[in-house]
């Protein structure tokens, strides 16, 4: 398997641009969880699906961040309006279900974000 | 809240030297608690998952413990390798979602 993948991996945008993020997470996996990460904050959930269904969204800072889980194998991140604040690098993970004991999460390479 | 904590958040050691690596966390009622290493401009990789029912994680020169009741885990790596040098982190799940809260990670550099 290819593994967790995501695009574009870096983004360079101006404020006020909206920004889309994409996830194809591993086949078979039933969650997929949306981080994002800076030097400040550490690694933060964003919000996190289970078998395409929104789950947890109390991560997301504010309503201009929605992610969206159309089918098993995509997702995206979508930020509009960005502003320079929303630099950093964005992580998406799947896992085969979400909460099992055993089981991992495997993350992909990120998305670096910087809104100038 | 459950809470994270990295101590020390860089550490510099020669190569072969044994190293611990700790995570302390306040709640001690988590569900499981995971190891992972992340190299610069990279995604996270697992190193180790312990379930709450589990003391210890051994994976080659890896091994995990982990101690629910002080809110600890240690992270030994034995014989350290410059291909060892990564940030580490440990990260907590406190129920059945799937949610991981994160340390700061601890950044390893092993010298030749």
């Known amino acids: 398997d290819a593994g967790v993948i995501q695009s574009p991996r870096h983004e360079v945008t101006e404020m006020g641009q909206e920004v889309t993020l994409r996830c194809k997470p591993i086949?078979?996996?039933?969650?997929l969880f949306w981080y994002r990460q800076t030097m400040m904050r550490g690694l933060e959930l964003l919000i996190y699906f289970n078998n395409n269904v929104p789950i947890d969204d109390s991560g997301m800072p504010e309503d201009r961040f929605s992610a969206k889980m159309p089918n098993a194998s995509f997702s995206t991140l979508k930020i509009q309006p960005s502003e320079p604040r929303d630099s950093a690098v964005y992580f998406c993970a799947s896992s085969l279900r979400a909460g099992g004991p055993a089981d991992t999460q495997y993350f992909g390479p990120g998305t670096r974000l910087t809104v100038l | 809240k459950q809470e994270v904590t990295q101590i020390p958040a860089a550490l510099s050691v020669p190569e072969g030297e044994n190293l611990v690596l700790n995570c302390s966390f306040t709640d001690s009622a988590i569900y499981n608690l995971q190891w992972f290493r992340q190299d610069p401009g990279k995604g996270l990789t697992s190193l180790l998952l312990?379930?709450?029912?589990?003391r210890e994680q051994t994976s080659g020169r890896l091994n995990a413990s982990l101690d629910k009741s002080s809110g600890r885990s240690t992270l030994y790596i034995a014989a350290s390798q410059p291909g060892d040098s990564a940030t580490y982190l440990c990260a907590v799940s406190s129920s059945n979602t799937g949610k991981l809260i994160f340390g700061q990670g601890t950044t390893l550099q092993v010298k030749p």
């Open positions: 312990i379930q709450s029912s589990q």
């Open positions: 086949s078979g996996h039933n969650s």
